[in-house]
């Protein structure tokens, strides 16, 4: 069964780059026809998807926050990273990792848009 857990900082400065590690256990990231993602949610408002890096490696990013979005991936150690730069309060969210088998975004993602999920990690970007 495939688990996913995010990590990282829970409270971020403005200006400063967000990073959050998806820790992936019961598939690999590179063998398996997977598509891993990232996505938010703001306090009050919808999932907002963030992009994500295919099991090829190769990365698709939400065209709003493409400019300061970066995915990555550590095959070793079967984790994919978020790198958001230039973050403000407007990126206070709780933000998950997320397991597609479709390389097609949803124009509005739901949960059952992914065969799993993270449990979710708050992020808060001080002013």
């Known amino acids: 069964q495939v688990q996913l857990q995010e990590s990282g900082p829970g409270l971020v400065e403005s200006s400063q780059t967000l990073s959050l590690t998806c820790t992936v256990s019961?598939?690999?990231?590179?063998?398996?026809?997977?598509?891993w993602n990232w996505l938010r949610r703001p306090p009050g408002k919808g999932l907002e998807w963030i992009g994500y890096?295919?099991?090829?490696?190769?990365?698709y990013y939400n065209p709003a926050l493409k400019n300061r979005t970066s995915i990555s991936r550590d095959t070793a150690k079967n984790q994919f990273t978020l790198q958001m730069s230039s973050v403000t309060p407007e990126d206070t969210a709780m933000y998950y990792c997320?397991?597609?088998?479709?390389?097609?975004?949803?124009?509005?993602?739901?949960?059952?848009?992914?065969?799993?999920w993270g449990q979710g990690t708050q992020v808060t970007v001080s002013s």
């Open positions: 890096i295919g099991y090829t490696g190769r990365t």
């Open positions: 997320a397991c597609a088998i479709d390389p097609r975004v949803p124009p509005r993602p739901v949960a059952a848009d992914f065969e799993s």
């Open positions: 019961g598939a690999s990231i590179i063998t398996g026809i997977n598509y």
